[in-house]
């Protein structure tokens, strides 16, 4: 069961319950109320999902006109887990896990997630979305049409309730945009296996080895908003520069490219 509330009717009105004065209130439910107010930066759909260590209680997706609201959901007294994230795109939801199909890069993927203390007749917790992706960009000195760029790796999700990367098959090859850049997205990563396959107009590949390069930059995987990364390939000299983006410039930088 949910409603929704103006976010200043929520602060003031006090909440009825369900339960009469007389009976033992730790049966009753407890109306959560979520403040999506600052997710329209980030995206024009958020997708609720709640939990208790026992069950389900709910999942919900809620459209940009309702952010200014105050979304509620009737849930069970006691510690209630949820996850808010944006629209996944073509990558598919498992479970509690966003995982990225072979063949394609991740998401522009925010999500944010929260144990909230239900014990009362109303809570109330702000979503507060964080980038769960870098937005990559190769720039490769003197190439043209026929050089081709392939990443992969080992991580290709997120799971949803620690926000933490998943194992999977990640194998991507971007296309050359008209600036000469070949651009890609990538979920967290939970090692350095990334490696980035580059053929030059002689056929001949070339593997870098991208998650050492990004690493060794000092770039943090499990940063609560990853930043975004740019580099530039010398292929005759198989010289490598990195830089880190920060995301804040990023969010900027991912929509031009």
Same mark, same amino acid.
């Given at each position: 069961?949910?409603?929704?509330l103006?976010?200043? %009717?929520?602060?003031m =009105?006090l909440?009825?319950?369900?339960? !009469?004065?007389?009976?033992?209130?730790? /049966?009753?439910p407890?109306?959560?109320?979520?403040d999506?107010?600052?997710?329209?930066?980030?995206?024009?759909?958020?997708?609720?999902?709640?939990?208790?260590?026992?069950? !389900?209680?709910? /999942?919900?997706?809620?459209?940009?006109?309702e &952010?200014?609201?105050? +979304?509620?959901?009737?849930?069970p007294? /006691?510690m209630v887990?949820?996850?808010?994230?944006?629209?996944?795109?073509?990558? !598919?939801? !498992?479970?509690?896990?966003?995982?990225?199909?072979?063949g394609?890069?991740?998401? @522009?993927? $925010?999500?944010?997630?929260?144990?909230?203390? %239900?014990?009362?007749?109303t809570v109330?917790?702000?979503?507060?979305?964080?980038?769960? $992706?870098?937005?990559?960009a190769? @720039?490769?000195?003197n %190439?043209?049409?026929? &050089?081709?760029?392939?990443?992969?790796?080992?991580?290709?999700g997120?799971?949803?309730?620690?926000?933490?990367?998943?194992?999977?098959t &990640? =194998? +991507?090859?971007?296309?050359?945009?008209?600036?000469? #850049?070949?651009? &890609?997205?990538?979920?967290?990563?939970?090692?350095?296996? *990334?490696?980035?396959?580059?053929?030059?107009?002689?056929? +001949?590949?070339v593997? $870098?080895e991208?998650g050492?390069?990004?690493?060794?930059?000092?770039?943090?995987?499990s940063?609560?908003?990853?930043?975004?990364?740019? *580099?530039? #390939?010398?292929?005759?000299?198989?010289?490598?520069?990195?830089?880190?983006?920060?995301?804040?410039?990023? =969010?900027v930088?991912?929509?031009? =490219?």
């Open positions: 069961m949910k409603r929704i103006p976010f200043t %009717a929520a602060l =009105l909440i009825p319950s369900s339960c !009469s004065v007389k009976e033992d209130r730790d /049966g009753c407890c109306w959560m109320q979520i999506l107010s600052s997710c329209s930066r980030y995206t024009d759909q958020v997708c609720l999902k709640g939990w208790t260590d026992r069950e !389900s209680v709910f /999942g919900v997706h809620v459209p940009e006109e &952010f200014p609201l105050t +979304h509620e959901e009737e849930v007294r /006691g887990h949820y996850c808010a994230h944006s629209d996944p795109g073509e990558s !598919s939801i !498992s479970g509690m896990s966003v995982l990225v199909r072979e394609e890069q991740a998401p @522009r993927l $925010y999500a944010y997630r929260a144990d909230v203390s %239900a014990y009362g007749e109330t917790d702000r979503v507060s979305l964080h980038k769960q $992706y870098a937005a990559v190769v @720039r490769i000195e %190439a043209d049409d026929s &050089f081709g760029v392939t990443v992969r790796g080992r991580w290709a997120l799971d949803l309730d620690t926000l933490e990367p998943v194992g999977g &990640f =194998l +991507h090859s971007p296309g050359r945009t008209d600036d000469g #850049v070949w651009y &890609f997205r990538l979920m967290r990563q939970g090692d350095d296996s *990334l490696v980035m396959d580059i053929t030059g107009r002689d056929g +001949h590949t593997p $870098y991208l050492w390069m990004i690493r060794s930059t000092g770039y943090d995987w940063a609560e908003d990853l930043d975004d990364i740019f *580099l530039g #390939v010398d292929y005759a000299t198989g010289e490598v520069s990195v830089s880190v983006i920060p995301w804040e410039e990023g =969010l930088y991912d929509e031009l =490219l």
